[in-house]
């Protein structure tokens, strides 16, 4: 008899993610910072021995199409792991994709050695750098904060002191560092205790047998949906606004090649990398590919390497998309990301026009704060704030939610006031700023901070300039603005990406883009 059967290979699918789906119901309620409790902006996995991926949480889609290369770089940088060793890193250069996202990677042993690995990926406040909340407005990785290569934090369940130090002397605020890099282990402790019980309860043949058999089945989910899109080229392109150092247009293009059940995705023709913070490894590109291609899935697919085995994603070396070391990648993650998904779905559009929606907002809104509290420890705050989404063939677009490569919740204002001295004055829809259509564009979101001391600030956000496409005649929807409002009564329109000082009385707004209509 089969080890594997149709009944017994949902069951394993469930029992696998449920497994990554606790460790980040443990790394949230552990966690001390507001962008990990709160926003949720943390990924979870489960990996096979060899370090293929066999199951994720619904968590962050650009964290976790991009982790796989985090996996590979631990086991590539230490020859065998031990049970209780926790590998940390977050250079973007071996795995990572910007400094803020912290991956800690461990195995489980089971009767026969390393039965699998789990990885949990959380973007961090505060690593430090040259402005508070570590996305700057570089113009090299060095300025972005502290790099951290594939180094052990824990040596066979003890904490390694000199490296845990290292971290927090590099983050301005390093309780809350401490608070949340333990949160990780925590997640880690549980995913390990879990996959072990799986393995005692089932049997390692058993349980590796339905992981092999979940990849497969991906893979064939996959094949499939690229097998419907009709065999063709379509290119499609789209830019970035600008990379923190000077203004103009950063192209991106996407040439996509359909044919049977395989796909591939050339960037040639993209900008060079630049001088400034928009550059993306290309674990990034790949990762929003593979969402992409999901998006058209009508059934479930399971996410993992099979998802991911009959893509071919590539970019010229040294171009925006996959930059050569040092260059700065603090928004690549967030920014860049974006606009891949922007141009590859613009592409698909030429193929499938009756269902592919319009561009969402094509941006995070990254805004990050840093001051003093009164006792005179250091605080630093970072949330992306949500917008429009594209219309589609199906409807409407939606109001005032996150899109595409981010999947985080908002930040209540409560939470907000109550542990940061800072004022939510407004927080609404941006009503009429999604792109008018036979089915109309989402409205974007106004949002506006009151400083109660003072701050240092640095916004990096995209579409100010460059409004989200509408389809098939549909109009595109309005582009996002930056703008303060000083104590003495002075407004001052700001840039897509800048880092200014704050006082108390200050008011930042950030009215982030809607999203583009469908159809004439």
């Known amino acids: 008899m089969s080890q594997v059967d149709p009944i017994s290979l949902e069951v394993f699918r469930n029992l696998f993610v449920g497994v990554a789906e606790e460790m980040g119901v443990t790394l949230q309620r552990a966690s001390f910072s507001p962008n990990i409790r709160e926003r949720l902006d943390f990924s979870c996995?489960?990996?096979?021995?060899?370090g293929r991926m066999v199951a994720q949480a619904a968590h962050i889609p650009v964290h976790l199409g991009s982790m796989p290369a985090s996996v590979a770089a631990a086991l590539a940088a230490f020859e065998t792991l031990n049970e209780g060793d926790v590998v940390v890193l977050n250079d973007p250069y071996r795995g990572g994709t910007h400094l803020p996202d912290v991956t800690m990677v461990s195995p489980v042993y089971g009767a026969d050695g390393i039965a699998f690995y789990v990885a949990s990926r959380a973007h961090h406040a505060d690593i430090g750098g040259m402005s508070p909340g570590s996305l700057p407005l570089s113009s090299e990785l060095y300025q972005e904060g502290l790099i951290i290569p594939p180094v052990l934090l824990r040596l066979s369940g003890w904490t390694n002191d000199g490296v845990l130090a290292l971290l927090l002397a590099n983050s301005r605020s390093p309780q809350e560092r401490v608070g949340d890099l333990e949160a990780q282990l925590a997640a880690h402790r549980v995913g390990e205790y879990r996959l072990r019980e799986l393995l005692i309860q089932h049997g390692g043949a058993r349980v590796h047998a339905h992981a092999d058999a979940l990849i497969a089945y991906a893979e064939r989910m996959t094949r499939a949906?690229?097998?419907?899109?009709?065999?063709g080229i379509y290119t499609f392109a789209d830019a970035l606004e600008s990379d923190g150092q000077s203004e103009g247009d950063i192209p991106i293009v996407a040439t996509v090649q359909v044919a049977g059940d395989s796909l591939r995705v050339d960037f040639t023709g993209t900008a060079a990398q630049v001088a400034g913070n928009v550059n993306a490894v290309l674990p990034i590109a790949q990762s929003a590919v593979g969402y992409c291609v999901r998006l058209l899935a009508e059934d479930d697919i399971p996410m993992n390497w099979g998802a991911f085995a009959p893509l071919t994603v590539s970019a010229p070396e040294g171009c925006l998309l996959n930059p050569r070391f040092p260059a700065a990648v603090a928004v690549g993650n967030t920014e860049t990301a974006q606009r891949v998904v922007d141009v590859v779905l613009g592409a698909l559009a030429q193929a499938l026009p009756d269902r592919i929606p319009a561009a969402s907002q094509g941006t995070m809104n990254n805004v990050t704060v840093g001051g003093f509290l009164p006792d005179g420890q250091h605080f630093v705050y970072y949330e992306t704030i949500g917008g429009g989404h594209g219309a589609?063939?199906?409807?409407?677009?939606?109001?005032?939610?996150?899109?595409?490569?981010?999947?985080?919740?908002?930040?209540?204002?409560?939470?907000?006031e109550l542990g940061l001295p800072l004022r939510v004055w407004q927080y609404a829809l941006r009503e009429g700023s999604g792109g008018a259509g036979k089915f109309r564009g989402g409205d974007g979101i106004l949002r506006e901070y009151e400083f109660l001391t003072d701050v240092t600030v640095t916004i990096n956000s995209e579409r100010r300039a460059r409004p989200p496409y509408g389809l098939q005649g549909g109009q595109a929807g309005a582009c996002g603005v930056n703008r303060v409002r000083y104590a003495d009564g002075r407004e001052e329109l700001l840039p897509a990406k800048h880092t200014l000082r704050l006082g108390a009385g200050d008011r930042l707004q950030i009215l982030t883009p809607g999203g583009g209509g469908w159809g004439a």
């Open 392 to 416: 589609s063939p199906a409807g409407d677009g939606l109001d005032g939610r996150q899109s595409h490569m981010t999947n985080t919740r908002n930040t209540p204002i409560e939470a907000l």
């Open 225 to 231: 949906v690229i097998a419907a899109i009709p065999d």
């Open 45 to 50: 996995a489960v990996f096979d021995r060899t």
